[in-house]
């Protein structure tokens, strides 16, 4: 990638975007292109190909979806389906027509069926059936990938998908009615300790396995996977590693300084028992993950604060 190429990162004020942002900026690329949702809406098709006609991104990275966790997936099923195929359908097929020639298309690891074997490996995509509760985000996703697929082999276009795994970090969403488990967990915690609670409650038994990466190494992994001019199959981008529910919440409530205790609530759902990406195809590109999960969680807590003023 010449320093001086076009490159439109879509999503750039989310946690993902801001992310590849940073991290393009930190090395030097110096024409990064955005857009707020108010000058762009990527669910406008017309808008987002005559943007794409208009500025020609040499790369385009799709960091831009609809998101959320169990509950928000399961209960706002249409729009996660709709928004994010549509989404992907206009920023994709608009870079074919604009000419950009490499796109980095991100996914996300529910595309996995529920019950494959672990690790997951890339090519136990579309073995089996998907977890309920996100399959219309899941579902969004596995189109994404195909379409990038069918563009490489219609087309000869180079447009890449990467799986990351559960992502945390700067800019994340704390919101306690659609976020993922890591910031609610951070925000619950954070709240229970000023109030002196004695104990802090965290859905479902505690025993699932989650992998969690850091946002920042994934975007580094981003940016290497691009940088290298990669034009293969799907790559998942992960830690290797995972940890308990409980595990997590352990980690959290130490980092913050909660001094209660943790209970569960069972009546709450589980997800998916594991899910642990295989990284060896992203081991044997060249990258492995920098950032410890108890490192992590500083820092995400500490842009939490940030955020409370």
Same mark, same amino acid.
């Given at each position: 990638?010449?320093k001086?190429?076009?490159?439109f990162?879509?999503?750039?004020?989310? /946690?993902v975007?801001?992310?590849?942002?940073?991290?393009l900026?930190?090395?030097? +690329?110096?024409?990064?292109?955005?857009?707020g949702?108010?000058?762009?809406?990527?669910?406008?098709?017309?808008?987002v190909?005559?943007?794409?006609?208009?500025?020609?991104?040499?790369?385009?990275?799709?960091?831009?979806?609809?998101?959320?966790?169990?509950?928000?997936?399961?209960? !706002?099923?249409?729009d996660?389906? !709709?928004?994010?195929?549509?989404?992907?359908?206009?920023?994709?097929?608009?870079?074919?027509?604009?000419?950009?020639?490499?796109? /980095?298309?991100?996914?996300?690891?529910?595309?996995?069926?529920?019950?494959?074997?672990?690790?997951?490996k890339?090519?136990?995509?579309?073995?089996?059936?998907?977890?309920?509760?996100n399959e219309?985000?899941?579902?969004?996703?596995?189109a994404?990938?195909?379409?990038?697929?069918? +563009?490489?082999?219609?087309?000869?276009r180079q447009y890449?998908?990467v799986?990351?795994?559960n992502? +945390?970090?700067?800019?994340?969403?704390?919101d306690?009615?659609?976020?993922?488990?890591?910031?609610?967990?951070?925000r619950?915690?954070?709240?229970?300790?000023?109030?002196?609670? #004695?104990?802090?409650?965290v859905?479902?038994t505690?025993?699932?396995?989650?992998?969690?990466?850091y946002a920042?190494?994934l975007?580094?992994?981003?940016?290497?996977?691009?940088?290298?001019?990669?034009?293969?199959?799907?790559?998942?981008?992960?830690?290797?590693?995972?940890?308990?529910?409980?595990e997590?919440?352990?980690?959290?409530v130490?980092?913050?300084?909660?001094?209660?205790?943790?209970?569960?609530?069972?009546s709450?759902p589980?997800?998916?028992?594991? #899910?642990? /990406?295989?990284?060896?195809?992203l081991?044997s590109?060249?990258w492995?993950a920098?950032?410890?999960?108890k490192?992590?969680?500083?820092?995400?807590?500490?842009?939490?604060?940030?955020?409370?003023?």
């Open positions: 990638m010449d001086n190429a076009k490159i990162v879509a999503g750039h004020r989310g /946690m975007g801001s992310a590849i942002v940073r991290r900026q930190a090395a030097g +690329y110096t024409n990064v292109i955005t857009r949702r108010t000058e762009l809406n990527l669910l406008d098709q017309a808008a190909h005559a943007f794409l006609a208009e500025q020609k991104p040499d790369y385009l990275f799709i960091a831009a979806a609809k998101v959320g966790g169990i509950q928000a997936n399961n209960t !706002y099923r249409a996660f389906l !709709y928004q994010n195929l549509v989404i992907e359908a206009n920023l994709i097929h608009g870079a074919h027509l604009a000419g950009t020639q490499a796109l /980095m298309f991100l996914g996300s690891s529910c595309i996995y069926p529920k019950l494959a074997p672990q690790p997951l890339e090519d136990c995509l579309l073995t089996g059936p998907l977890e309920p509760t219309p985000y899941a579902i969004a996703k596995i994404g990938i195909k379409l990038c697929e069918a +563009y490489n082999h219609q087309y000869g890449i998908s799986m990351p795994t992502l +945390y970090g700067i800019n994340d969403n704390y306690l009615n659609n976020s993922h488990v890591l910031p609610a967990l951070i619950k915690a954070h709240e229970a300790k000023q109030r002196g609670d #004695k104990q802090l409650v859905w479902g505690g025993t699932p396995m989650r992998e969690f990466l920042d190494d975007a580094d992994a981003c940016v290497h996977l691009m940088e290298k001019g990669y034009d293969g199959p799907l790559v998942n981008i992960g830690t290797g590693t995972d940890v308990t529910i409980r997590l919440a352990e980690t959290v130490e980092v913050i300084g909660f001094e209660g205790d943790l209970t569960f609530d069972t709450k589980d997800g998916t028992p594991r #899910k642990l /990406m295989d990284v060896s195809r081991t590109l060249g492995t920098r950032t410890t999960l490192d992590g969680i500083a820092l995400a807590y500490q842009d939490f604060l940030n955020k409370q003023g």
